[in-house]
């Protein structure tokens, strides 16, 4: 019984470890990863991400690594952070993509910010200023004379975009798969 419950406590205690990437191997459907661990043990992990966002850290970047069962031969990678890279000083709300050569999107009270260095480009407040701002420099062409018929201009405003829009197919709103309208 005794045997059994310091077996149970070792298991436990080496469940969550801190660890720092060596490797990453990202050829594979779940991202790869070799660990040194606390103490200097070498791990090698299964990365799980969040659907839809992925990332390959760099070498010297910390993780949270979890022993599945408490099994150290099983160890999957939960977390992985860079300090070295990550902005500070974002305000509460504030949400961040970023990555080691500076480049950063910032959503940030009502504005999106995309740039490089000390210097982003504000896109504006609201989804219709940021799409107004991207409008503002998109040249609509159609090589397929079935489906808009006609070269576009460049086109200046939402407004302008959308009545293009009317022109060609219909109702002059703009819409995504997920029924967002550019009203």
Request: hydrophobic share 40%; glycine share 12%; with cysteine.
């Amino acid at each position: 019984m005794i045997k059994a419950l310091k077996n149970l406590r070792r298991r436990l205690s080496l469940m969550v470890s801190r660890g720092v990437v060596k490797l990453v191997d990202d050829s594979l459907k779940m991202q790869g990863m070799q660990l040194t661990l606390l103490a200097g043990e070498v791990a090698e992990a299964e990365r799980f991400q969040q659907y839809g966002f992925t990332s390959v850290p760099l070498d010297g970047a910390e993780v949270i690594a979890l022993a599945v069962g408490g099994n150290r031969g099983h160890m999957v990678v939960i977390a992985a952070d860079d300090r070295r890279y990550r902005p500070t000083g974002l305000e509460p709300g504030d949400v961040a993509a970023y990555n080691s050569s500076g480049a950063l999107v910032l959503l940030t009270g009502g504005q999106v910010k995309i740039g490089a260095g000390d210097q982003p480009q504000v896109l504006g407040s609201g989804l219709k200023t940021c799409l107004e701002k991207m409008v503002d420099e998109m040249i609509l062409l159609s090589s397929a004379p079935t489906t808009m018929g006609k070269v576009l201009a460049p086109t200046t405003t939402l407004e302008a975009l959308k009545t293009a829009l009317a022109d060609n197919a219909g109702d002059g709103e703009i819409r995504s798969e997920n029924n967002f309208t550019g009203k």
